[in-house]
């Protein structure tokens, strides 16, 4: 019975989608996630994974700008996509984004394993809130573990992208 | 932490997905992947094939429905769902149960139709959905179509009403009533997890402020939604003062079989749920039109 359940799908495809502006591809088995095709088949390992069922958000992506937990996605599920990680955040001479500056500038990370996907959270969380309060802050991120900053730190931070942004 | 190997299959339309699932019973369906996922990973479930229906444009849609009520399709994500304006209208219970689902990237993935068929004994929505006397639209390939009220659907812990080869594929909610107030009142441990204990209430008022129909539900204190039939009866035709909330309490903690867990002790959540109830029933009764000085 597995047998003839297994040939009504597939059980590796070729998945194309866009990463970080740029076209990419990686031939998977179909149970590969979203998080491990990122690390292992693209060498992408700026994405963490912490926990791998849901708890932590270390893992946390933009997938067609919603911020996503890459561990809960299949790989397959991107096709045609458009996938943006902590790669992407930067300019491409490097040039930190004025959320990573203010990170940098407020000591919002220590060991830096939980960064990226706070970074990633937050990013989307201020497109979609552009002028959010501190309570609305610390709510977004409330899905994403730090075990250093004790997270007042990071929360500094996003208010002071918020904060320049409305007076710039 | 790697899922087992199987196949996989997106189809686009309801059929592709309703042929899959009778020709391949021990499938299981993949909707917005954030309770399913996990047990994947954890190696918990190790279905033969996947058959994901989020490619099917027909489960997402938000039907304003003439009747005043909501048609909402299976595939509607929590995020929708909290911010939909038709849904905030006609039945913010919904959207506010929504909203208190995980945190925003869960909320950005999971859906209706997964929260309702995974049955969680902790989750918002069934409980919401019981209290909406929501009605469920269950389809497959060669059973056709057939509709369960949300009361019936839930059996006990993690299992519902669905047949194997069928898929939830809408949620049909009825005209609220007139002028009705709403309110989803829950406590978890942190922000995001699921709640210790939770209570949905809909309250609509008469002119004189009395109680012309109560409904509640709970979730979190035994293996399925409660529906606190017992409290509605207590509450019918009066004012909703401390006497009367006080008596709708006690009538949901003799109601209420929690279990002792990890999480909290029976005898809590059991105190929790008489707490939570009056929340929600009193914020409910502030909400209904008429209802200001209740
Ligand atoms: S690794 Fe994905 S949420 Fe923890
Ligand atoms: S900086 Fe170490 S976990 Fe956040």
Redesign the pocket.
Known sequence: MAGEELALGDVEREVRFTLNGRPASARVPVRRTLADMLRDDLGQTGTHLGCEHGACGACTVQVDGEAVRSCLMLAVQVEGREVRTVEGLAAPDGTLSPLQDAFWRHHA???????PGFLMTADAFLREHPEPDEEEVREALSGN?????GYQPIVEAVLDVARSRRSG | MKPAPFAYADPDTLEGALDLLARAPDAKVLAGGQSLMPLLNMRLARPPLLVDIGRIASLRGIEAAEDGGLVLGAGVTHKRLAHDPAVRERWPLLAQAASLIGHEAIRARGTLGGSLVHSDPAAELPAAAVAADAVLVLESRDGGRREVAARDFFITYLTTDVAPGEVLTAVRLPAPPPGAGMAFEEVARRSGDFALAGAAAVVALDASGAVREARLALCGVGGTPVRAAEAEAVLAGRRLDEAALEAAAEAVRQAVEPEDDLHATAAYRRHLAGVLAVRALRRAGERASGGGEG
């Open positions: 990370l220590q060991c830096g394993f939980c960064t573990l730090c075990r250093c900053t």
